[in-house]
């Protein structure tokens, strides 16, 4: 199959799915390798052939969906992002719920692939910030459509090239050798993983810290956006935060949150105390 006739029918293609080819650019190679791979298992001769087919099988649509799942992701992904959630934004949050008497602090992991982003908090917490935080705990919810994404998180154990950002104090506390793998120590497994379709349901909140990176703002048309990146947000705590990848921008649902101070990609809800006011006026 030709890249360009492949990029055609993509361009044609996820629009239907909600989702926009401009995030599909870089990551193009994957998807037409699926797809190549699934018209010949259905004996087609190529990719109008396939066309074709979809048009006459509609649960064919279902199939192209998880064809464009892209399930890229490691440790630590983003330093700069987790060394600002170290150091200003975890400790901010934990100084809020310790002020209000509360004993947990909740984040959301949402679109967690394989587990590498909710694993790499609850390995920087316990690991780096829990020790000076006694009486805190914090509990991760993680979310995903895809359950093979999610089988492999509940296994934990990943190659070394998906741990390879991670500091060198994290990696020596985080993980136990198996052959060529690496896995995250039962203690620092403090996960649960949830298989929920972002676009039609968000695990019950509100939380203090939410990623959502680097699939929403990503991969989905601008309207889909709107609509999902509206009720994540609904889901922060008044004062809590928002992270999301390093070269997304927020559609205009995000409009009510602020930058975190100089932290990139991390937005702040307003606080009780401004939501009032706002109310109030
Ligand atoms: C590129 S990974 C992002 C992983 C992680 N957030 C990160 O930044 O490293 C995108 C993930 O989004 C998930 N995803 C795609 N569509 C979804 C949907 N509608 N609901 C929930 N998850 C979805 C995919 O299965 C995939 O695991």
């Known amino acids: 199959m030709k890249t360009v006739e492949c990029v055609e029918f993509m361009q044609e293609a996820l629009p239907e799915l909600g989702l926009r080819w401009a995030g599909f650019r870089k990551v193009r190679g994957l998807v037409c390798k699926r797809l190549g791979k699934r018209f010949a298992e259905l004996g ?25 799942r892209i399930p890229i992701s490691r440790f630590y992904r983003d330093r700069a992002v987790f060394a600002s959630l ?28 394989s587990g590498e982003e909710p694993y790499t908090l609850s390995i920087l917490w316990h690991v780096r910030l ?69 676009r039609e349901s968000v695990p019950d909140g509100p939380f203090d810290l939410i990623l959502c990176r680097n699939a929403v703002l990503t991969y989905f048309l601008l309207a889909e956006q709107q609509q999902v990146m509206k009720r994540v947000i609904a889901r922060l705590e008044p004062g809590g935060a928002l992270v999301i990848g390093l070269h997304e921008t927020l559609p205009p649902s995000g409009a009510g949150l602020a930058t975190w101070s100089n932290a990139r990609a991390i937005y702040r809800a307003p606080s009780v105390a401004a939501t009032w006011f706002s109310s109030a006026v």
């Open 130 to 198: 829990a020790p000076a935080l006694p009486g805190l705990t914090l509990r991760i919810v993680a979310t995903d459509i895809d359950p093979a994404m999610l089988r492999r998180a509940r296994i934990g154990c990943y190659l070394a090239s998906s741990t390879k950002e991670l500091p060198e104090d994290l990696m020596r506390a985080a993980f136990d050798r198996s052959g060529e793998q690496y896995c995250v120590r039962t203690a620092l497994r403090t996960v649960d993983f949830l298989q929920q379709d972002i």
């Open 44 to 68: 087609l001769a190529d990719l109008a052939a396939y066309r074709a087919y979809v048009a006459l099988h509609p649960p064919e649509w279902h199939k192209l969906e998880e064809m464009c």
């Open 86 to 113: 170290e150091r200003d934004v975890l400790p901010a949050l934990a100084a809020e719920a310790v002020a209000q008497d509360r004993h947990e602090l909740r984040c959301w992991s949402a679109c967690c692939a």
